[in-house]
């Protein structure tokens, strides 16, 4: 099962902010947080992934509570193109050094005009 | 960097033959690919992981002889649904990583995905 619980949908303006929670309370002390995003019929998309720190690319920003038992996914601009579903995603790690990412339902995110 | 590709992008075939799907990785070395499925209005569900040189280790719950997987080498995975049915009709959905080249280690890149119908 996902580790993680997120909104189902959220809405945005075009040229505004995006926030997309994440809930993970379970995390484990060396589970990293991913983002991917999916748009329809495509393979998803890697946006961004943190341990403890925040970071930030040329996509978005994530920042990850001093706890780990949620984090947030910000597009600082969003357009049209960046309608997709968005996975917030923990790896979990297995004995033998090997991982998985466990997809849940995602946020399905609506940009408008 | 960090490409992926899929071959074919979508495919039909007849109920009872066999259909492969070739993933690559383009631009760096894949240790390690996996391969996901997804139906319509649902989520990605993993099917199996694959090490460049050893067999396959399958997700519970899916069928190891009907859905064959080769990772030869460290750039070409491929996915064999055998005796295919109208119910392996699905989006197949491949992820490449690896501790090489302009990416992030570990970091799985996703194909494009390939769309199977299975009349």
């Known amino acids: 099962d996902a580790k993680t619980t997120q909104p189902t949908s959220m809405d945005c303006a075009e040229g505004r902010a995006a926030n997309l929670p994440c809930n993970h309370s379970?995390?484990?002390?060396?589970?990293?947080v991913y983002w991917y995003r999916q748009i329809h019929s495509q393979g998803p998309q890697y946006i961004i992934h943190?341990?403890?720190n925040n970071e930030t690319n040329e996509m978005a920003s994530l920042i990850i509570t001093e706890d780990r038992k949620s984090s947030t996914l910000i597009l600082p601009h969003a357009t049209l193109r960046d309608t997709a579903v968005y996975y917030c995603?923990?790896?979990?790690?297995?004995?033998?050094?090997?991982?998985?990412?466990?997809f849940g339902a995602g946020t399905r995110l609506a940009v408008h005009p | 960097g960090a490409v992926v590709s899929q071959h074919p992008s979508r495919v039909i075939c007849k109920s009872g033959t066999s259909v492969k799907i070739e993933c690559r990785s383009l631009?760096?070395?894949?240790?390690?690919m996996f391969w996901y499925r997804q139906f319509p209005k649902q989520s990605l569900m993993l099917m199996a992981t694959?090490?460049?040189?050893?067999?396959?280790?399958?997700e519970q719950g899916v069928e190891k002889d009907k859905f064959l997987i080769n990772h030869a080498s460290l750039t070409l995975s491929t996915l064999t649904v055998t005796s295919a049915h109208p119910e392996d009709s699905s989006f197949y959905i491949c992820?490449?990583?690896?501790?090489?080249?302009?990416?992030?280690?570990?970091?799985?890149?996703f194909g494009p995905g390939t769309r199977l119908l299975v009349l």
């Open positions: 992820s490449a990583s690896g501790p090489s080249g302009g990416m992030i280690q570990e970091t799985q890149y």
């Open positions: 379970t995390i484990s002390g060396n589970e990293y």
């Open positions: 943190g341990l403890k």
């Open positions: 995603i923990v790896r979990v790690l297995f004995s033998g050094g090997y991982n998985k990412l466990i």
């Open positions: 631009d760096f070395q894949a240790t390690t």
């Open positions: 694959s090490n460049e040189g050893s067999k396959a280790t399958y």
